[in-house]
């Protein structure tokens, strides 16, 4: 038990550290966005709702059960199934990480994306952080067709990007989480300013090879 609360305390200063670093870089604004990481007991630790991410107070995280019952701290964000339905589907998966970063956002608002992979392969590091990428049809905020929606992607993608919304990714650690985050928002950003230019991706066997190591 005393191993646990001591993970517990080392999780929420991680929250807030990794919450700090996103938003003062500009990669979540306002009240968007939220974190969790999940303990070795099946609880979880999250962001509270109506939460700055550049303000967390480690005190003030919301605890939940496995279940998602709400434990301690303040009431969880109200996407807390998103990042539910990551964990229900991903036993590995120990953090998940919901922006509305600018560049993922406006990408999953263009027209004619491939909804099985909205983002090419321009980069080895995106190829290794993120892999594919499938497109999560949109749903109002807090409909409960859009934890479905997650659901069915999250078995086989620890990364999605919610249409007119915004990327929720999964990791192994909470840095894993927050890379592959960064790395997704970064590639998007590529790939706008390449809007209307030739362009060489990796090609298949390029990520093939990837993938495999």
Not at 124 to 139: E, K, Q, T
Not at 147 to 153: C, I, P, R, T
Request: hydrophobic residues 40%; glycine residues 8%; negative net charge.
């Amino acid at each position: 038990m005393t191993a646990l609360v001591s993970m517990a305390t080392r999780m929420r200063d991680d929250i807030c550290a990794v919450g700090a670093s996103l938003f003062n870089r500009g990669l979540t604004a306002g009240s968007t966005g939220n974190i969790s990481v999940r303990l070795d007991d099946g609880s979880m630790i999250m962001t509270p709702t109506n939460a700055c991410l550049g303000e967390l107070d480690p005190e003030r995280l919301a605890h939940l059960a496995g279940d998602g019952t709400h434990l301690s701290g303040d009431k969880p964000t109200k996407e807390a199934f998103l990042h539910n339905c990551m964990y229900c589907e991903r036993p590995h998966a120990g953090a998940v990480v919901h922006l509305h970063s600018t560049h993922a956002v406006a990408v999953s608002i263009l027209a004619d994306n491939n909804p099985e992979d909205v983002l090419p392969p321009l980069t080895a590091y995106y190829v290794m952080r993120v892999g594919s990428l499938p497109l999560v049809p949109y749903f109002a905020p807090g409909d409960e067709a859009l934890a479905l929606a997650v659901k069915a992607k999250a078995g086989r993608h620890h990364a999605v990007l919610l249409a007119n919304h915004g990327p929720v990714v999964s990791g192994t650690t909470l840095r894993d989480a927050q890379y592959a985050t960064e790395e997704l928002e970064e590639t998007a950003r590529l790939h706008l300013l390449l809007d209307g230019h030739r362009t060489r991706p990796l090609t298949p066997a390029q990520v093939d090879h990837l993938r495999r190591r």
